[in-house]
């Protein structure tokens, strides 16, 4: 696909006009249309913007991604054994006061003397634009 296809493709699945994509990046509609048509191609310089405001990446834009799909890791779910009930509330108060992996689920059992913690984490599926200063 030619960059002005994947422009077109990426504002009508956004339900973007040409307009309201051509006032968030500052440019004309004019020069919306011309990129949409293959009149012109956008600036280097108005590609990385490109690709933040439709949450992809320049290589998507230029037709350089790559066609197999590259897994990311969604959730997971993870069993603990603590020595006790308190210490398996206390890893959930840790688990709950982290940023990254959210912690969506939990479940505290007892199996045959043994306390069983089993949480559930998820991670955002935006990954790639996460910033770890």
Do not use: C, H
């Not at 011309?34 to 320049?58: C, H, I, K, Q």
């Not at 037709?63 to 398996?88: C, D, H, N, W």
């Amino acid at each position: 696909m030619d960059i002005g296809g994947a422009i077109r493709e990426l504002r009508l699945k956004r339900g973007v006009t040409q307009e309201g994509l051509a006032g968030a990046l500052g440019v004309s509609a004019q020069t919306v249309s011309r990129w949409e048509n293959g009149v012109n191609f956008p600036d280097l310089s108005m590609l990385p913007e490109l690709a933040v405001y439709f949450n992809v990446t320049t290589d998507f834009l230029l037709g350089l991604e790559r066609k197999t799909v590259m897994a990311k890791l969604i959730r997971t779910v993870e069993t603990f054994e603590p020595a006790s009930r308190e210490e398996a509330e206390e890893m959930v108060l840790r688990f709950k006061g982290e940023k990254f992996p959210v912690l969506k689920d939990y479940k505290i059992t007892s199996d045959g003397g043994k306390v069983i913690l089993q949480v559930t984490k998820e991670f955002n599926s935006e990954f790639d634009n996460m910033r770890f200063d």
